[in-house]
Nanobody, 128 residues
Framework: QVQLVESGGGLVQPGGSLSLSCAASGRILNIHSWDWYRQAPGKERELVAT???????TYGDSVKGRSNITRDATKNTGYLHMKKLEAEDTDVYYC??????????????????????WGKGIAVNVSS
């Protein structure tokens, strides 16, 4: 079963830096894009950053200049690095990936489906 697991969250001091990782596991053929979202209680989910298979990168307005999104295809892992964190960055951060997943029990058939997968989220608290 395909899973995305975020790590690296927790308590961060104001002005500090954050490094999040999202490890994908399962019968993955290829990951087409990575996204990071964040959401606070009572608010809509906000796009933080996106990186595509063609390495096109988009950042949300609130994190431009403070964020860097990367990916490591060999590890099936996406990363988000942020600096100069503020209290407003306190949210649950979600990893998302669009990927091709093998669906056949016979690997030689190379049958797959493309879909969107989400991590369960990881809390980031920016506080003294």
């Amino acid at each position: 079963q395909v899973q995305l697991v975020e790590s690296g969250g927790g308590l961060v001091q104001p002005g500090g830096s954050l490094s999040l990782s999202c490890a994908a596991s399962g019968r993955i053929l290829n990951i087409h894009s990575w996204d990071w979202y964040r959401q606070a209680p009572g608010k809509e989910r906000e796009l933080v950053a996106t990186i595509t298979g063609g390495d096109a990168i988009t950042y949300g307005d609130s994190v431009k200049g403070r964020s860097n999104i990367t990916r490591d295809a060999t590890k099936n892992t996406g990363y988000l690095h942020m600096k100069k964190l503020e209290a407003e960055d306190t949210d649950v951060y979600y990893c998302h990936a669009n990927m091709a997943v093998i669906t056949s029990d016979n690997a030689d058939l190379m049958a797959f489906t493309c879909g969107d997968y989400w991590g369960k989220g990881i809390a980031v608290n920016v506080s003294s």
